[in-house]
């Protein structure tokens, strides 16, 4: 079989991490390289020395490709998405898919229109780790869930073009949405800009689900350390994953608290504490982007939907807007209009725009929930 044709735009910091991943997989070709800066054409034909190198969109679409992978600046996003699915090719996004709503909605309305796969490369769900932490938590480990706290900070590479939430919060969110496939109802973020005022580099997102879950998210890029950890807290058990770990990334704690049953007990508060075994389950090894540029080209050979797809990306746009809105309105709570009301009927407004969770469209209404180097 044919290797697809693949097109990187944009050999940055990340992109030549795109075509050194598209060389090595069975299925695809690093193709072409397109970017607007000689410097850099030169440094990835240096390393690459069959690659088309040709320094703007149009010339890059005049080129025999099956698919694109587009890895520059947020900004530039949506209307390089839009030319290339408008041209045929399928297309793989970095992470965040689009700097709006508007454009995100508009690539995955574009991309059914022309029946092109349109991925994002949320790259954490393409990660052994994360993969055993979606297993574990809808096994039921860890009893129902009671709060995420994440902590994603280091002296970060300041972006002109969007925020530290645009910027790392897309890894938290994504993973969130996959993990727990739930809709939030409300999201507020606090943060400030030292840099640039308009700029925040350090911010906290707080989004709530429910009465009992909520998840809140630390980024920053003024951090003189670099610390990855998420918890996932249920009331069985507790996972805490830090990626910076290399040998033993995520831990698996038999710890918390025990409520009382009787009424009196719980009116009392009386609350036991619980001490087990802490246990760190096996991770396969594996590169999650040679993961996701496979998976990529899975999909367009067998018309799958993409695991982090348009809607997907659409979804986490959505929540890091909504942050936006909540950071110049210094932490104004947002409700998001997930087109689930109190009584669990669905909203008219959110079919279609891929705003619901597919795993909560499912679900019946009023069921009960479940028990349930990226930069
Ligand atoms: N998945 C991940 O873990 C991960 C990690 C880092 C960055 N990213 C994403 O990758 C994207 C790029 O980030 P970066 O840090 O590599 O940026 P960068 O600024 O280092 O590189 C962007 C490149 O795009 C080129 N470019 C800009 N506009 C262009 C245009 N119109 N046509 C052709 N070339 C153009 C620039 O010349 C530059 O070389 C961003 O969306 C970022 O969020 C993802």
């Known amino acids: 079989m044919n290797r697809l044709k693949v097109g990187v735009v944009g050999a940055g910091y990340w992109g030549p991490n795109l075509v050194r991943n598209f060389s090595i997989c069975p299925q695809t070709e690093a193709f072409a390289v397109c ?72 690539l995955v309305e574009l991309a059914a229109r022309h029946e092109r796969v349109l991925m994002v490369d949320h790259t954490y769900l393409f990660s052994n780790a994360v993969r055993l932490i979606e297993q574990i938590v809808a096994g039921g480990e860890l009893g129902e869930l009671y709060y995420v706290d994440s902590i994603r900070i280091n002296l970060g590479l300041f972006q002109h073009d969007i925020n530290v939430v645009w910027d790392l919060a897309p890894h938290d969110l994504s993973i969130v949405d996959h993990v727990l496939k739930r809709n939030p109802r409300s999201i507020s973020a606090w943060g400030c ?25 630390h980024v920053n890029w003024l951090s003189p350390v670099k610390v990855r950890q998420m918890i996932f807290a249920g009331a069985r058990k507790s996972l805490i994953f830090n990626e910076l770990n290399p040998t033993e990334p995520i831990k698996v704690y038999d710890r918390g608290i025990e409520v009382g049953q009787s009424l009196d007990e719980r009116r009392k508060l009386m609350v036991n504490y619980r001490s087990g075994d802490v246990w760190s389950p096996h991770i396969e090894p594996g ?43 210094q932490g104004g709570r947002v409700v998001l209009s997930n087109g689930v009301n109190s009584n669990g009927v669905l909203d008219a407004r959110a079919n279609g725009s891929g705003e619901l969770h597919p795993d909560r469209a499912r679900r019946p209404s009023g069921s009960k929930r479940g028990l349930a180097r990226v930069r």
């Open 35 to 106: 970017d607007a800066n000689p410097a850099r054409l030169e440094s990835i034909g240096r390393s690459y020395s069959g690659l088309v190198l040709v320094p703007s969109v149009d010339e890059l679409l005049a080129l025999p490709l099956d698919a694109v992978a587009i890895a520059t600046p947020v900004s530039t996003h949506f209307p390089i998405a839009q030319r290339c699915l408008e041209a045929g090719l399928h297309v793989l996004v970095e992470k965040p898919l689009a700097a709006s709503v508007t454009e995100a909605q508009a």
């Open 287 to 329: 590169e999650p982007l040679q993961a996701a540029v496979g998976h990529f080209a899975q999909c367009i050979r067998e018309g799958m939907a993409p695991l982090s797809d348009g809607n997907l990306g659409l979804r986490v746009v959505r929540l890091m807007e909504a942050a936006t809105r909540s950071l110049k309105a």
């Open 193 to 217: 800009g030292h840099a640039d005022d308009n700029i925040e580099d350090m911010a906290y997102v707080n989004v709530d689900y429910d009465e009992r879950l909520m998840a809140s998210f």
